[in-house]
């Protein structure tokens, strides 16, 4: 089930309880920002998204930066941020791979719900309210943010554009999705309902979120899709091109992957009680932290 929340719609109306109750104000959520190489843009980042959940987030929060193999000094700047800003973690991996970085962090947090961002921060914060409150309510299992959503605002070049759209289409076309931008690095989940989701995902790298997604919807959670405001960074190091062929990789697996013993998900209000996950298939390393 995915639902399509109106931009203009106030996310003080999604705090409330699906009984009528305000959510809970002692909810935490974690917010990670996994980073490659983002010694230039990390500190900046940080700092603004620490100022404004600090301002005006009405839950308690946190931040941990996964750093997943980094060559330059990403990590020593997440050190200096994580010494500078309370609530603030670092964590490093030899290994590079968003999915690998969120793997970790999701699977061992004891927060509520757990969310990510992307370090340039494309995306607006002031849709951060709305991407979180249908979970912290208990509308919504996942929701993600959407740049083909109505509400959206978006700005990015033709090639990214075409690339996009693209892509998003050929999920429709092979895997029936239901969201229309399952790139967008805008995400988060109740945590529960993430841990359960983690063993049967295979992808490690970008292919990551989108496969939690796909299979999401195919045990029949509740996924909430937020318009969001997304300005390209002119600076990306991702390889948009390589990027997007490894997804239809990531596709054609998931089209063609016979089913596999599964296990319960956690069960709540509204939710399937039927569905499932794979076995755990990936040993993680624990990683250097620094909190």
Known sequence: MTDELRGDAPASALLLTIDGRPAARESL???TIPVYNEEKVLADSVRRLHSYLAASFPFR???????NGSTDSTFAVAQGMSAELPRVSAVHFDRKGR???LRHVWGTSRADVV???DADLSTSLDAF???????LSGYSDLATGSRLARGSKVVRGLKREIISRG???LLRAFLSARVSDAQCGFKAGRTEV????????????WFFDTELLMLAQRRGLRIAEIPVTWVEDPDSSVDIVRTALADLRGMARLRFRAASRQRPLPAGPDRCTHAECYPANTE??????HR
């Open 167 to 169: 892509y998003n289409l």
């Open 99 to 101: 999915g690998y970085a």
């Open 284 to 289: 993680l390393a624990a990683p250097e932290q």
């Open 115 to 117: 969310a990510y961002m």
């Open 129 to 135: 309210l709305p991407l979180v409150a249908p979970l």
């Open 29 to 31: 959520v974690e917010v």
């Open 194 to 205: 993430i841990k359960a989701l983690l063993p049967a995902v295979e992808d490690n790298v």
């Open 61 to 67: 929060f946190v931040i941990t930066i996964a750093d």
